[in-house]
């Protein structure tokens, strides 16, 4: 709280923060572990750039701003476009309509080709088949597994959420789980829903489900320790996000319980909680190959007339299962964040 | 109930000392009773003490005294950003950019650390820079347009909210901060900002402490100090107070520098206990800070509300909110019941009030 006796403090205040924060810097304050020093420079994906003429691409996606799943796909998209010399126009609304529109508008751009995501087929259709009608090659991922044909697009890469869910379901029988709370951070999310429909579809035993505000870590801790101080017979905490799961790990030794934890997607600190054990396993959809392949197949398209699947079958990017057999080697991928 | 012992300062011998009470003062003197019930938070705490029993009654894990502490925690950290909150409503404005300033000022600490491999107290540092800086921005900005500040905390929020992502994704390229717990001086800030402590096999949070004391020193402030009449003053009435010499604009910006204050601190405890911090953290949190202080006897058209009104706001929305879940209600329905319990809440403070101040 600022002082009542300050008659014209501000300017002084904040020159003299400003100068103690300098100081602070220039005297050598150094952290002598972690930081940017520490962490290596692990190298980038470099690989040749093709000689194909310039096309342009637009991958339209139901992102919301900000999360990270997408932030992959996004970068695995970006090394698509860049070693096959395309420019790539990147757009994402959650709203679907408002994700229609920007399909419009890559049609009204004259792009090379269209990837789009069917989180919502029935408001995609119409947009989708102008843009065929208008010659775009459109090719789907991420979601609309059992949509992308009937919208007569050229090919789908990706995996429904739902077999996501389900494969989760299955792995939690083999671990011997008997009862699953999933925690959905954001109510009302279709893919999230999904996931957690797939998990109560396999899994045995019982599924609970747990809402929690995603934009609040505070809450969301003591949300998932609530749930686990009401119910002591559950054994298995699903979390749909990566930051959700590190949460959990918090809220499971609050709440004294002995539940483990297991989630959908990675990132790098992820990586570092399966290997230290405090998370079991997490199921990875690859969201790079996904932005990557749905790039990669409209340059083949249009340069060489290839496309996956026939047009009959997905290309399926996952489930991907990460636990402690396999995160050495997915570590390393995670912390460039490219898994 | 700690609630309660906070009350008992605020209540007994000073409230002669707010204008508010002053405004019926003139009448007839009426029974303390009376007077208690005129108080703005305690319609609030009647109602915190029906949810109180409420779940305790419907449900069983409720009653452990670790319950107690988990429902605390939340509250704790959704009211120690409350409490400026509440002062500036009190002053007559609203920051809806209060709940992505927490976001900013951790994102702030957590990037600059990392990213200069400094000891990490120098992001503390240049956090609290920056969270009073955006904080006197706000102000200053209201003040030389003379906008709304409705619209021009909209305009900050939607801009910290595009920053918080931008900036991170320029220095990070994910969307969330690189983690700093291995760093210089992280242990010792998370003593600080983040740590707890065990009483009678509970664990106690320190935010919990830290909200207590800050709801103590801001009802010192509003009750006690010169800095407190100006609150009232500008906020009932900004022409007037002019009028009789306060001085309107510092005490706005001071207000809104308080906001960024509580931002930074809640912004630290963020980054200290979970060491990352997603960059689109903090969206809507705006809102529940206002519903903290309303439901704690503020008045939305300001000039009155007291600080220990939020708290008692922010632990019936915390009671409400894990109350819910101990009660092992259907969750689908969960937003559907946060909401009917709040209405009820904050009309149970209604009522109170109106039967108060009634003659």
């Known amino acids: 709280m600022d002082r009542t006796s300050r008659r014209r403090p501000r300017r002084y205040a904040a020159i003299a923060a400003a100068t103690a924060a300098a100081a602070l810097l220039a005297a050598g304050c150094s952290s002598s572990s972690g930081g940017k020093q520490a962490e290596e420079d692990s190298g980038t994906t470099s690989a040749g750039k093709a000689s194909t003429p310039r096309m342009t691409v637009a991958l339209v996606t139901h992102q919301a701003p900000g999360d990270t799943f997408w932030d992959i796909v996004r970068k695995g998209a970006q090394a698509a476009a860049a070693k096959d010399n395309i420019k790539l126009v990147y757009s994402s609304d959650p709203n679907a309509g408002n994700q229609a529109n920007l399909v419009q508008n890559a049609i009204d751009q004259k792009v090379d080709g269209i990837a789009v995501t069917l989180a919502k087929p029935d408001a995609m259709k119409d947009v989708v088949a102008k843009a065929e009608k208008a010659g775009i090659p459109v090719v789907g991922l991420n979601s609309g597994l059992s949509d992308w044909k009937k919208l007569g697009m050229l090919e789908f890469f990706g995996q429904d959420e739902t077999v996501a869910g389900e494969a989760f379901g299955k792995k939690l029988n083999e671990v011997g789980a008997k009862k ?122 249009k340069n060489n007339g290839n496309y996956s699947g026939g047009g009959e079958q997905p290309v399926l990017t996952g489930p991907a299962f990460v636990d402690s057999s396999n995160v050495d080697t997915i570590a390393k991928f995670a912390a460039k964040g490219t898994r | ?123 503390v540092v240049v956090a609290l820079v920056v969270s009073l800086a955006v904080g006197a921005f706000n102000g200053w900005l209201l003040i ?29 390229s994910n969307v969330a901060s690189d983690s700093i717990s291995d760093m210089d001086g992280f242990d010792q800030a998370k003593t600080i900002f983040a740590s707890e402590f065990s009483v009678g096999g509970v664990n106690v949070k320190i935010t919990i402490i830290y909200w207590l004391v800050f709801a103590a020193a801001a009802t010192w402030l509003l009750l006690r100090t010169k800095f407190g009449n100006w609150i009232f003053a500008v906020g009932g009435n900004k022409d007037s107070a002019r009028a009789v010499g306060v001085p309107v604009n510092l005490t706005k910006i001071a207000l809104f520098m308080g906001v960024g204050a509580g931002a930074w601190f809640v912004g630290m405890h963020l980054l200290f206990s979970f060491n990352t911090v997603q960059s689109g953290e903090g969206v809507g949190n705006e809102f529940l800070y206002i519903i903290a202080a309303v439901i704690g006897g503020c008045l939305l058209t300001g000039g009155y509300g007291s600080a220990i009104g939020p708290v008692i706001g922010a632990f019936i929305f915390g009671m409400v909110s894990q109350g819910i879940v101990y009660a092992n209600w259907n969750p689908d329905w969960f937003k559907a019941f946060l909401g009917v319990m709040l209405l009820v809440a904050a009309l149970v403070n209604l009522w109170v009030r109106r039967t108060a101040t009634r003659r």
């Open chain 2, 144 to 172: 030389k347009t003379g906008l709304p500040s409705f619209l021009v905390t909209l305009g900050s929020f939607l801009v910290l909210q595009g920053a918080n992502l931008a900036v991170t994704k320029i220095f990070t």
């Open chain 1, 180 to 301: 699953a709370v999933c925690v959905i951070q954001e109510q009302g999310n279709v893919g999230l829903t999904q996931r957690c429909a797939g998990v109560k579809k396999t899994f045995d035993g019982t599924t609970e489900t747990l809402y929690v505000n995603g934009t609040d870590m505070p809450s969301v801790k003591s949300t998932i320790t609530a749930k686990l101080k009401q119910d002591s017979s559950i054994d298995y905490v699903v979390a749909l996000g990566a930051p959700y799961a590190l949460t959990a790990v918090q809220s499971v030794s609050d709440a004294g319980s002995k539940a483990k934890i297991a989630t959908f997607d990675l990132n790098k600190d992820l990586t570092s909680a399966i290997k230290k054990g405090d998370i079991q396993f997490a199921v990875d959809q690859q969201p790079y190959l996904q932005g990557y392949l749905a790039v990669d197949s409209l340059w083949l398209y």
């Open chain 2, 1 to 123: 109930m700690t609630v309660t012992q906070a009350t008992a300062p605020a209540t007994s011998p000073s409230s002669p000392a707010s204008p508010a009470a002053q405004r019926d003062g003139r009448t007839a003197q009426r029974s303390l009773g009376r007077r208690l019930l005129a108080r703005p938070e305690v319609g609030a705490l009647i109602a915190a003490v029906g949810v109180y029993v409420f779940f305790f009654a419907a449900a069983p894990a409720f009653r452990e005294a670790s319950a107690l502490s988990t429902v605390l925690y939340q509250a704790s950290v959704m009211g120690i950003m409350a409490l400026p909150v509440a002062l500036l409503m009190i002053g007559g404005e609203f920051d809806l950019s209060a709940g992505v300033a927490v976001t900013t000022s951790a994102l702030t600490a957590a990037i600059l650390s990392f990213q200069l491999s400094v000891n990490v107290w120098t992001g």
